[in-house]
């Protein structure tokens, strides 16, 4: 007969880790499955300047000290990619793996976010091929080289500022003419000498041979179009709910974000939601540690 834990924890990311952090401490019987690192999309940030007591740290070694943090109270993670969740007959969670189901009492669903595409012509096909969606993992391919950013919240902001340390020009394009990114960063961008901002801007389509060579864009107030040549285009245009798995196992909004009320409970018992796949989620570091933290005290009161 399969083991039942008391708790599954779906996700490694800053949520994830601290349900297991959380649940440690707790001494409840519990299993943390992740498909990939450790970490989630923090590990793509090359700086985070708004977790509590780290005035400046990387999201890479912030992800390092949440994992070691869990390890250090005895945590570990399972890495397994889910298939499916299901509830059995007897009101079990069921979490279906490419490697094997398991049961647990409670589930946590803590998933986290994929950057959305933009859905220009383009985009696709030259995607890895000057079409990037990680300013961390890909800018260092552009030194000395023009790109351009398409976006206007923190991630965009962010890549921006990024990018502009090594490539030798970066426009940010973005569709209105304020950004959605906290002051700060705007601050940081606009006295970077080597970036341009062009305001009511949207990307029309993405054009290169083998790679890409020139993206062609619409101001949007007045209609005219332009060819700008540049060699890297980086899309930070929000992100999507990696939810899918979860099917219509428990409620979620028009974004396909997991609908649940202030102790992140589901629609279905026993079934929380924590981080940004979270519909309402303000999708900041802490608020995802917060939000596990309200899901593991309400399971470990509910057994
Ligand atoms: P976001 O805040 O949702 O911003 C997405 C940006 O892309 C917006 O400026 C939006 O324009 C633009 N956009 C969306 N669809 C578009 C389209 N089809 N064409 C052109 N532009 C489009 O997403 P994010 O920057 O990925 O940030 C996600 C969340 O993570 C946010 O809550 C953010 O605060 C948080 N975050 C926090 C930090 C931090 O605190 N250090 C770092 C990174 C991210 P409009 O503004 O016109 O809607």
Redesign the pocket.
């Known amino acids: 007969m399969n083991k039942i834990y008391d708790v599954a924890i779906i996700g490694a990311g800053p949520a994830g880790m601290t349900a297991g952090i959380y649940a440690s401490r707790a001494q409840l019987d519990y299993i943390l499955l992740e498909k990939g690192f450790a970490g989630g999309?923090i590990i793509n940030?090359y700086?985070?300047?708004?977790y509590t007591g780290f005035s400046s740290i990387s999201g890479f070694d912030l992800a390092q000290k949440m994992q070691e943090h869990l390890q250090y109270l005895g945590g570990s993670i399972t890495m397994a990619e889910i298939k499916a969740i299901r509830l059995t007959e007897n009101g079990l969670k069921e979490v279906e793996t490419e490697s094997g189901s398991f049961l647990a009492k409670t589930l946590i669903i803590a998933t986290g976010?994929t950057?959305?595409k933009?859905?220009v012509p383009g985009e696709e096909q030259f995607s890895g091929r000057g079409v990037s969606y990680c300013a961390t993992c890909d800018g260092a391919f552009y030194k000395d080289k023009t790109t351009i950013v398409?976006?206007?919240?923190?991630?965009?902001?962010?890549d921006a500022i990024y990018l502009a340390r090594m490539c030798k020009k970066v426009y940010i394009?973005?569709?209105?003419d304020?950004?959605?990114?906290?002051k700060n960063?705007q601050t940081k961008l606009l006295a970077l000498p080597n970036v341009e901002v062009l305001w009511f801007t949207?990307?029309e389509e993405i054009k290169g041979n083998d790679f890409v060579n020139a993206i062609s864009l619409v101001q949007n107030q007045t209609g005219e179009k332009t060819e700008l040549a540049v060699d890297g285009v980086f899309i930070?245009?929000?992100?999507t709910p990696n939810t899918e798995f979860v099917g219509d196992l428990v409620e979620k909004d028009g974004q396909g974000s997991i609908i649940t009320n202030s102790k992140c409970q589901t629609s279905v018992d026993g079934i929380y939601a924590a981080g940004?796949l979270r519909s309402g989620?303000?999708?900041?570091?802490m608020a995802a540690c917060a939000d596990a933290v309200a899901a593991v005290m309400d399971i470990d009161k509910q057994l």
């Not at 398409?150 to 962010?158: K, S």
């Open positions: 999309q940030t700086e985070v300047e708004n976010a950057a959305r933009l859905g398409i976006g206007g919240g923190d991630v965009a902001v962010e394009a973005h569709r209105r304020e950004f959605r990114a906290v960063l949207e990307a930070a245009v929000g992100s940004d989620s303000v999708r900041q570091i």
